[in-house]
């Protein structure tokens, strides 16, 4: 099945969203970050949905360690 217009956009939306987390918390790779600086600091205009999503994901498949309110790179 082929994905619509508006499916694909979200699509690539979350993935740089995905790729900006990721870029940010590199910048200090130990930090502790509170989710919502580190969506803060690594957004671009992307929605807050593709942002939440993304941080989900990335929780979600291990990339992303959780403590409480916040999250840093795995080890």
């Known amino acids: 099945m ?4 508006t499916t694909a ?11 900006a987390l990721i870029a940010e918390a590199r910048t200090a790779p130990a930090k502790w970050w509170p989710a919502w600086e ?19 994901r990335l929780i979600e498949d291990g ?4 403590t409480g309110d916040s999250v840093r790179l795995s080890a």
């Open 63 to 66: 990339t992303f360690v959780v």
């Open 9 to 19: 956009s979200l699509a690539r939306e979350i993935a740089e969203a995905r790729n």
């Open 38 to 56: 580190l969506k803060t600091h690594a957004r671009n205009g992307w929605s807050d949905g593709a942002m939440n999503l993304a941080l989900n």
């Open 2 to 5: 082929a994905l619509d217009a």
